[in-house]
């Protein structure tokens, strides 16, 4: 699987963004997908993450506040961002790894295919 980030941007505090990852491959619906992102001099972290069933899990800094979805038969999951806080300024990545149904993937490790990263920046 080929992942494809877009979607960042420069924007101020408690604007939107919508982050798309484009994927290659007929396989596309095995997958469950993540989101993270990384900051400069920080690790990469859990932002949000999606099964094949479409439930979803959000770490805590950004619940209420991001929305992820899928759509399967475009191959791609989209990261709704609303009320953007200037520390959410990071790369934010996709990611894909195989799943059953319903399983939620939160960790790093588990990911097998990254995307290239697209650039958020939130200014105050």
């Known amino acids: 699987v080929q992942l494809q980030a877009s979607g960042g941007g420069l924007v101020q505090a408690g604007e939107s963004l919508r982050l798309s990852c484009a994927a290659s491959g007929r396989t596309f619906s095995r997958y469950g997908m993540g989101w993270f992102r990384q900051a400069p001099g920080k690790e990469r972290e859990f932002v949000a993450a999606i099964s094949l069933s479409g439930r979803t899990d959000y770490a805590d800094s950004v619940k209420s506040r991001f929305t992820a979805s899928r759509d399967n038969a475009r191959t791609a999951v989209y990261l709704q961002m609303n009320s953007l806080k200037p520390e959410d300024t990071a790369v934010y990545y996709c990611?894909?790894?195989?799943?059953?149904?319903?399983?939620?993937?939160?960790?790093?490790?588990?990911?097998?295919?990254w995307g290239q990263g697209t650039q958020v920046t939130v200014s105050s």
């Open positions: 990611a894909a790894a195989r799943s059953s149904w319903s399983t939620i993937i939160t960790s790093k490790y588990e990911y097998e295919y």
